[in-house]
């Protein structure tokens, strides 16, 4: 919000700026009407002018201007529409040709987790086993006492067997390390870390988890899955407090991506604590629907206790937040082959990977769940988990009949052909993260060797699916991976490298187009979210939720499309973040 500072001019130098405005609009454009709060009419609080407004209405209409007043849009239309209710006190934004549409949502995101990472030892995007422990090392030097954490290191740079704790035990021998990965399934400790955790050569490995050995049967360091578990309970629980800081840095770094509405997928009674903490305080800059971990060894509460948070829920619930869904995992990543797939892994004696929860587990707590009027998120990754996850919705609704819960499975990665067109049969959201939809070293090192080239091919059918009539929603799984939705859309429309020109395209008869992305990041996942009726579109009555970006996405070649910087984003009319330069900027209100 420290940008906003840069759009902020002073009363004096506004006012200043308005009338030399206001004389080139009257010698370049003399008959447009005036400002003329005289006529009655109640002026604007916010007005948008000079723009390219894809409104994402019904019939995705284009606009050059829209009003707000009391957060919401009093009127969407051309310069001449709009003008007559500048008054005063309006603050004019001058969009000057730029493009602006409804604020991003991110169905699938963990913000809390983000904020810790860029408040913490960040090792996103680092390309080199040298740079993490380069930067470990640093972080070391840096931070305070106690557990060093890092997070979102690169998996794809260690081979099939994980990185060693020897690496991190050259960085201390005396204080623990943990490295997270950026997917969320693999954690690297040192022997430090290990030991506090109380893993040794003894220790089995946990149900649905793996710890790697060496040679000599001890703890590599590896950790994956369930395993992970075992190291976090061993590291002091963060306080409120933390988690409040983690998650407003999360918050205000996707409000600077545009992203004004998301699903928190991974979530328990502290983080419902957190979000209305930040509420309360008046600083919650987005809407958000929060998905409740149940079972498996991710979950945050388990038993009587996660009946207990859920039955609580609406307690922490508000406007802008809802806490009516859970969050199911039924696999877990193809790194480790602990996906679950309908036909075995190559070369692993016919393992197919396990499912979280058996098949009928899954049927009765999705039958419950649905029955309870929640919606329910599920993780999926092979078309095995996939498919159960799909069976599970069916055998509700056949229970419970047609419910409005919107349920979605997210990640996607491996679908079963016959299974592509229930998800328009079913009405369950299709929630794919689809910057990992390209030919990147995860699948052509990791997953490549273990599934083979026919089922590559078929990996992430986001066009299938919406050729079969299912409903698209877009998520980033951001810090898994960038948490700029332009990276993502940019990749589902190209299936290549959104940060090169050209490369390997992973097949491209599962392109999809620039509208249909955009859809899936604001009036679906409104829908999704169940608040389409408030924002997702820019329409008379909406909440004034708005992204301006530096140029129009049509405009230009799909390479472009990531090269796009978000300028500013208005959330209920207010800006809460801001790059726009000053003199399209007349906040007379300062
Ligand atoms: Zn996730």
Redesign the pocket.
């Known amino acids: 919000m420290d940008q906003r500072t840069l759009g902020m001019l002073t009363k004096a130098g506004a006012l200043a700026l308005l009338l030399g405005i206001g004389l080139v609009l009257l010698t370049g454009c003399a008959r447009e009407p005036e400002p003329a709060p005289e006529t009655g009419v109640e002026p604007a609080d916010v007005v948008l002018l000079n723009g390219g407004i894809y409104t994402v209405d019904a019939q995705r209409s284009w606009a050059e201007a829209a009003a707000v007043r009391d957060r919401v849009f009093i009127a969407v239309g051309s310069n001449a529409d709009i003008k007559p209710l500048v008054g005063r006190d309006t603050w004019v934004i001058d969009l000057a040709g730029r493009m602006a549409l409804p604020g991003f949502h991110d169905a699938?995101?963990?913000p809390t987790m983000g904020g810790y990472a860029l408040r913490g030892c960040n090792l996103e995007g680092l390309d080199s086993v040298e740079a993490i422990v380069e930067k470990v090392t640093a972080c070391a030097l840096d931070m305070d006492e106690g557990w060093l954490e890092g997070h979102a290191f690169d998996l794809s740079l260690f081979g099939q067997d994980g990185p060693n704790k020897s690496l991190l035990d050259a960085v201390s021998m005396t204080r623990p390390i943990i490295l997270w990965a950026s997917d969320?399934h693999n954690a690297w400790a040192n022997s430090v870390a290990l030991e506090l955790a109380g893993i040794t050569a003894d220790t089995a490995d946990p149900p649905l988890g793996v710890i790697e050995r060496d040679a000599d049967g001890s703890p590599s360091g590896t950790l994956r899955e369930t395993a992970q578990e075992i190291v976090r309970a061993a590291i002091p629980k963060p306080t409120l407090e933390s988690n409040v800081q983690a998650l407003r840095a999360g918050i205000e770094h996707l409000n600077s991506c545009g992203v004004t509405s998301f699903i928190d997928?991974?979530v328990g009674l502290e983080d419902y604590q957190s979000y209305q903490a930040i509420e309360r305080a008046g600083g919650l800059t987005a809407r958000v629907v929060t998905s409740l971990t149940y079972e498996s060894g991710f979950a945050k509460h388990y038993g009587d206790e996660f009946d207990r948070v859920l039955a609580g829920r609406r307690e922490y619930a508000s406007e802008r937040i809802n806490h009516d869904s859970v969050k199911l995992f039924l696999d877990g990543v193809l790194e480790g082959e602990t996906a679950a797939l309908v036909e075995p892994y190559v070369g692993m004696h016919g393992k197919r990977g396990d499912l979280i929860l058996e098949p009928e587990a899954l049927k009765a707590a999705v039958t419950r769940f649905d029955a309870m009027g929640l919606q329910v998120h599920m993780?999926a990754i092979g078309d095995r988990a996939v498919r159960a996850g799909l069976d599970a919705i069916e055998a509700a609704r056949k229970v419970n009949g047609r419910s409005d819960n919107r349920h979605h499975i997210?990640?996607l990665q491996l679908i079963h052909i016959d299974d592509i067109e229930r998800f328009g049969a079913l009405d369950t959201a299709a929630n794919f993260q689809a910057l990992w939809a390209w030919p990147d070293a995860w699948i052509t090192e990791l997953n490549l060797p273990v599934v083979g080239e026919e089922r590559v091919q078929g990996m992430y059918p986001i066009a299938s699916v919406a050729r079969a009539g299912g409903r698209l929603v877009g998520g980033s799984?951001w810090n898994?991976s960038s948490a700029n939705p332009l990276d993502a859309i940019e990749t589902a429309v190209r299936r290549q490298d959104a940060f090169a020109a050209g490369g390997a395209t992973l097949n491209e008869n599962e392109r999809v187009s620039l509208a249909a992305m955009i859809d899936a990041y604001t009036i679906n996942a409104a829908w999704l979210m169940h608040h389409e009726d408030q924002v997702g579109s820019i329409e008379v009555g909406k909440r004034a939720v708005i992204v301006v970006l530096d140029r129009n996405l049509f405009d230009h070649p799909a390479t472009a499309i990531n090269e796009a910087q978000v300028v500013m984003t208005l959330f209920e009319g207010e800006a809460v973040w801001s790059a726009m330069p000053a003199e399209n900027d007349f906040n007379q209100n300062d």
Do not use: E
Request: net charge negative; glycine share 10%; charged share 10%.
């Open positions: 699938h995101v963990h969320g997928a991974w993780h997210s990640h799984d898994v």
